[in-house]
């Protein structure tokens, strides 16, 4: 099933463009459960996503025809335990393709190597950093020319605390650092320059969600620190939304910051400076909760969530753009 809708884009004067969306896996269709979530893509474009078959150690080929891509494995009691989440890609020093997926309920993040070339999947698979004083992680952005990855993780309580959100990296060799506490943060990403690094943080009250913002930080990717920490857009001010979370955040080669709107079923679309240009709305899916660019050119944004026709499946939905994921266009090294 396909499906197109508008997207709203904003120039200097208000004036409305519109642009195709299509709905490419239906809730008729999906294989990934309401938790869908975590996507990432590799060098060939294809894009992966957690929660096939609705198992929280499944992560699954986004694609017509979807496949398995990796299945944790452990005791009957770490499977219990177990939530795989954010997924990215990589070029390692040997110059192979590689992989890391987050796991939540573990504290830690799994390293994917000695790639198959028959189905995409990976041979090998361990732990490649981890702390049990991370919160989580939940989602995971990669500074290639170091190696590094960076790290969010968060609590989710009635009334939010500092501490209820955490920023951590781990070097090329797997050692983990903390970077400080927050409010719950979610979404993690680095512009293409590696010069800022950008993080979610929102508020609750009462079990009421009261705030929402983006926090930019100037990132030295080599060293692996944060400085310099500021307000990069608070949506209560921006435009009323405080009230609708942020989930999984991605940026495009010319330094935009696509956001997911989870509460609001949508994707804000900020310029490098912080402007909002664009929502885009999604045919499919009520709760979007991850986004990555990927395809044949790197310039298809698919984005994930809870489907709107049947809330206990995970549809996709994408957006043709003129520009390139930022980790697409790494994985090619450019």
Not at 63 to 83: N, V
Not at 167 to 189: H, P
Not at 213 to 224: E, K, P, Q, V
Not at 286 to 298: A, H, I, M, N, R
């Amino acid at each position: 099933m396909k499906i197109a809708l508008a997207i709203v884009l904003f120039s200097a004067g208000m004036s409305v463009a519109e642009q195709k969306v299509k709905a490419v896996i239906s809730a008729a269709d999906s294989l990934f459960g309401p938790a869908i979530e975590g996507v990432g893509v590799d060098k060939s474009g294809n894009i992966y996503a957690v929660n096939f078959k609705s198992d929280l150690t499944m992560a699954g080929l986004v694609a017509e025809k979807q496949a398995l891509f990796y299945q944790a494995t452990g005791t009957d009691e770490e499977l219990k335990k177990i939530h795989i989440n954010g997924i990215r890609f990589n070029i390692g020093c040997s110059g192979a393709e590689e992989a890391y997926i987050a796991d939540a309920g573990m504290h830690q993040v799994y390293r994917l190597t000695q790639r198959q070339s028959s189905d995409g999947t990976f041979k090998k698979a361990k732990v490649f950093c981890g702390d049990k004083k991370m919160l989580q992680p939940n989602d995971i952005a990669i500074a290639p020319s170091s190696g590094r990855i960076f790290l969010s993780g968060m609590n989710y309580n009635s009334d939010t605390q500092i501490g209820d959100g955490d920023l951590w990296t781990c070097d090329k060799k797997g050692n983990a650092t903390k970077l400080g506490d927050f409010y719950r943060t979610n979404g993690i990403e680095i512009s293409p320059d590696e010069k800022t690094l950008y993080l979610s943080e929102a508020q609750n009250s009462g079990g009421t969600v009261i705030g929402n913002r983006i926090l930019a930080f100037d990132l030295d990717a080599s060293r692996g620190t944060v400085a310099n920490k500021r307000t990069f857009v608070n949506f209560g001010d921006l435009d009323g939304s405080a009230a609708a979370d942020i989930d999984g955040m991605r940026t495009d080669t010319d330094g935009n910051l696509y956001v997911t709107r989870n509460g609001l079923g949508k994707v804000a679309v900020l310029s490098p400076s912080g402007k909002l240009t664009a929502y885009i709305s999604l045919p499919s899916i009520v709760s979007v909760t991850s986004l990555e660019f990927g395809g044949s050119s790197g310039s298809d944004l698919y984005m994930v969530g809870k489907c709107k026709e049947n809330e206990n499946k995970g549809c996709v939905d994408v957006y043709s753009s003129t520009s390139k994921g930022r980790a697409y266009s790494n994985l090619q090294g450019s």
